[in-house]
């Protein structure tokens, strides 16, 4: 009974491995065909693990029929049609034909394998339907292990059943998805304007991609696709650049940056083109050079053309450089003749003019001096555009005591307070930000009220890029921030951008004098050390400067 019941399990142990069998040669389809669309060398790893569980399962198989000869032999015949379906299996297909050729032999093969392994199967179901028989006919005392027995070749029928729809709607599955993925990688391509290419270093064979054969102006897969005709779309120029950096890859590994231009078959023109690659070795051990290759026309185009807006802008900065020379230098020259022209008559004749006389030479006078304040002015603003900008540490509390220093006069004039205590150091130019204070204290004593002292509040501390939403910027990066708060007239909020403008003026030049120039020359200083000055304001509440420098 024992020897009965050996021979049972045995049956059932070949038709569960002989099922296991065709699941794997599945998985290796499954692989393969992947590995064939994609060119991806992770899609080889159920054909790899595939192979390695086939070989198991016939060492498992041979061990257990071992004793009988006709399955021994119909075993052979299993191993041989296995060991065939697997030399179809393929990383390279010379063309379109091979790749059909090879699919539908492939597929005979597999035909012809289940057909073998289903005569194997009834044969072991049969003498499973006799050892049963044989088992009952001995055992008529024991109908549960019968019922039992009929339970277990159900159940390995079933689950085997279950597996091969798995497997089915597995592969219908991955087959889809690599459809949708092959279409997303083409269309990518044709949108990024670029192909991808394959060499296999080995025999030197190259696989281009449809749309490389389109960036050299031809149809896909319209010529072999080789290095000797690649040469033929290089321009003559470019062909010795691009020869020479195929000859070393193998040893370096990599296909440095290329540049060149290639000639367009279809419309006869010049484009430039980008290559590189880098070598790779799949599981298979084969060895691959994978690259890419993009139509850069347009951004070469854009190139030349910043380049020579850049030779304009060089040119037009020179000229402006120039200019200012001119406005600040040159003109002083004839202005001080000007003004000692007026001091002359004013010692020696203004009390022989008329009273009309007189108040044009007052206008005189006001518009020359007018005119050397602007002079002074632009000469500063000047300056400050063209200064070298070598930072060093400088410490605020200096810079606003040296600043106090220079308005002395007006601070006295206007009686004005202006409170300060321990401010930070900062990396920038010491006399401009000297320049950068004086400017804004001195606005903030001109706008004053003249009913009551003026007060200028300066303080400073460290803030976060991302706490400060008008900086725009959500890093990390830190800040400076430096805020002048005054109590003068103030300005509407509308023109807080307006004041930094050159020559801008929100007042009358005969209410306050000035030339628009100050606060200008104080936007250009914070841009200088890459910061940023915002102004706010209420009619006469006051004003408020806020800076902010990197640290």
Same mark, same amino acid.
């Given at each position: 009974?024992?020897?009965?019941?050996?021979?049972?399990?045995?049956?059932?142990?070949?038709?569960?491995?002989?099922?296991?069998?065709?699941?794997?040669?599945?998985d290796?389809?499954?692989?393969?065909?992947?590995?064939?669309?994609?060119?991806?060398?992770?899609?080889?790893?159920?054909?790899?693990?595939?192979?390695?569980?086939v070989n198991?399962?016939?060492?498992?198989?041979?061990?257990?029929?071992?004793?009988? +000869?006709?399955?021994?032999?119909?075993?052979?015949?299993?191993?041989?049609?296995?060991?065939?379906?697997?030399?179809?299996?393929?990383?390279?297909?010379?063309?379109?034909?091979?790749?059909?050729?090879?699919?539908?032999?492939?597929?005979?093969?597999?035909?012809?394998?289940?057909?073998e392994?289903?005569?194997?199967?009834?044969?072991?179901?049969?003498?499973?339907?006799?050892?049963?028989? =044989?088992y009952?006919?001995?055992?008529?005392?024991?109908?549960l292990?019968?019922?039992?027995?009929?339970?277990?070749?159900?159940?390995?029928?079933?689950?085997?059943?279950?597996?091969?729809?798995?497997?089915?709607?597995?592969?219908v599955?991955?087959?889809?998805?690599?459809?949708?993925?092959?279409? %997303?990688?083409?269309?990518?391509?044709?949108?990024?304007?670029?192909?991808?290419?394959?060499?296999?270093?080995?025999?030197?064979?190259?696989?281009?991609?449809?749309?490389?054969?389109?960036?050299?102006?031809?149809?896909?897969?319209?010529?072999?696709?080789?290095?000797?005709? =690649?040469?033929?779309?290089?321009?003559?120029?470019?062909?010795?650049?691009?020869?020479?950096?195929?000859?070393?890859i193998?040893?370096?590994?990599?296909?440095?940056?290329?540049?060149?231009?290639?000639?367009?078959?279809?419309?006869?023109?010049?484009?430039?083109?980008?290559?590189?690659?880098?070598?790779?070795?799949?599981?298979?051990?084969?060895?691959?050079?994978?690259?890419?290759?993009?139509?850069?026309?347009?951004?070469?185009?854009? +190139?030349?053309?910043?380049?020579?807006?850049?030779?304009?802008?060089?040119?037009?900065?020179?000229?402006?450089?120039?200019?200012?020379?001119?406005?600040?230098?040159?003109?002083?020259?004839?202005?001080?003749?000007?003004?000692?022209?007026?001091?002359?008559?004013e010692?020696?004749?203004?009390?022989?003019?008329?009273?009309?006389?007189?108040?044009?030479?007052?206008?005189?006078?006001?518009?020359?001096?007018?005119?050397?304040?602007?002079?002074?002015?632009?000469?500063?603003?000047?300056?400050?555009?063209?200064?070298?900008?070598?930072?060093?540490?400088?410490?605020?509390?200096?810079?606003?005591?040296?600043?106090?220093?220079?308005?002395?006069?007006?601070i %006295?004039?206007?009686?004005? =307070?202006?409170?300060?205590?321990?401010?930070?150091?900062?990396?920038?130019?010491?006399?401009?930000?000297?320049?950068?204070?004086?400017?804004?204290?001195?606005n903030?004593?001109?706008?004053?009220?003249?009913?009551?002292?003026?007060?200028?509040d300066?303080?400073?501390?460290?803030?976060?890029?991302?706490?400060?939403?008008?900086?725009?910027?959500?890093?990390?990066?830190?800040?400076?921030?430096?805020t002048?708060?005054?109590?003068?007239?103030?300005?509407?909020?509308?023109?807080?951008?307006?004041?930094?403008?050159?020559?801008?003026?929100?007042?009358?030049?005969?209410?306050?004098?000035?030339?628009?120039?100050?606060?200008?020359?104080?936007?250009?200083?914070?841009?200088?050390?890459?910061?940023?000055?915002?102004?706010?304001?209420?009619?006469?509440?006051?004003?408020?400067?806020?800076?902010?420098?990197p640290?």
């Open positions: 009974m024992d020897k009965i019941s050996d021979s049972i399990m045995n049956t059932y142990a070949i038709s569960i491995e002989l099922g296991q069998l065709i699941s794997y040669i599945k290796a389809e499954t692989g393969h065909r992947g590995y064939v669309i994609t060119n991806d060398s992770t899609y080889l790893e159920p054909f790899i693990n595939a192979r390695k569980n198991l399962t016939f060492q498992s198989l041979n061990n257990t029929i071992k004793s009988d +000869t006709v399955k021994q032999q119909q075993l052979i015949r299993i191993y041989e049609l296995v060991d065939k379906r697997f030399s179809y299996f393929k990383n390279n297909f010379a063309n379109k034909d091979e790749f059909n050729t090879d699919f539908k032999n492939g597929k005979m093969v597999m035909d012809s394998l289940r057909s392994i289903e005569i194997m199967l009834s044969t072991e179901n049969k003498l499973l339907t006799t050892k049963d028989k =044989l009952k006919y001995n055992n008529s005392n024991t109908p292990i019968v019922f039992s027995t009929f339970l277990i070749s159900i159940l390995i029928l079933g689950l085997g059943y279950m597996r091969i729809i798995k497997n089915y709607k597995d592969l599955t991955q087959n889809i998805r690599l459809k949708i993925f092959d279409e %997303s990688s083409k269309q990518s391509e044709i949108l990024g304007k670029y192909g991808s290419w394959l060499l296999n270093i080995e025999d030197k064979s190259f696989n281009f991609s449809d749309n490389t054969f389109r960036l050299l102006g031809c149809k896909p897969q319209s010529f072999q696709a080789n290095l000797e005709n =690649l040469l033929n779309f290089i321009h003559p120029d470019d062909q010795e650049i691009f020869t020479a950096a195929f000859q070393n193998e040893e370096s590994a990599m296909l440095p940056l290329i540049h060149y231009r290639i000639l367009k078959k279809d419309t006869l023109e010049i484009r430039h083109f980008r290559t590189t690659a880098k070598i790779f070795i799949d599981r298979l051990g084969n060895k691959n050079m994978i690259g890419t290759t993009q139509d850069i026309t347009e951004d070469y185009n854009k +190139t030349q053309l910043i380049e020579l807006r850049n030779k304009e802008l060089v040119q037009n900065n020179k000229e402006l450089m120039e200019f200012n020379h001119v406005a600040s230098h040159d003109l002083q020259e004839p202005l001080r003749k000007i003004q000692t022209f007026i001091s002359r008559i010692d020696r004749e203004k009390e022989q003019l008329s009273e009309t006389a007189k108040s044009y030479f007052e206008k005189i006078q006001e518009a020359s001096n007018r005119m050397r304040i602007l002079i002074d002015d632009l000469l500063q603003y000047s300056r400050t555009n063209r200064s070298e900008k070598r930072f060093e540490e400088v410490d605020l509390n200096q810079v606003v005591s040296n600043a106090i220093s220079e308005l002395s006069e007006n %006295s004039e206007k009686k004005a =307070l202006i409170h300060f205590e321990k401010l930070h150091h900062v990396q920038g130019i010491q006399f401009q930000l000297e320049q950068l204070f004086i400017n804004i204290i001195s903030s004593l001109k706008y004053s009220k003249t009913d009551e002292a003026a007060v200028v300066i303080n400073s501390k460290k803030v976060k890029a991302y706490k400060v939403p008008k900086l725009k910027d959500d890093s990390k990066k830190e800040y400076l921030k430096i002048f708060k005054d109590n003068g007239l103030g300005f509407e909020q509308e023109y807080a951008e307006k004041i930094f403008l050159l020559f801008n003026r929100l007042h009358g030049k005969k209410e306050y004098p000035g030339t628009g120039v100050g606060l200008a020359i104080c936007k250009k200083i914070v841009e200088n050390h890459k910061g940023y000055i915002f102004a706010k304001g209420k009619v006469n509440e006051g004003a408020e400067f806020e800076i902010y420098l640290i």
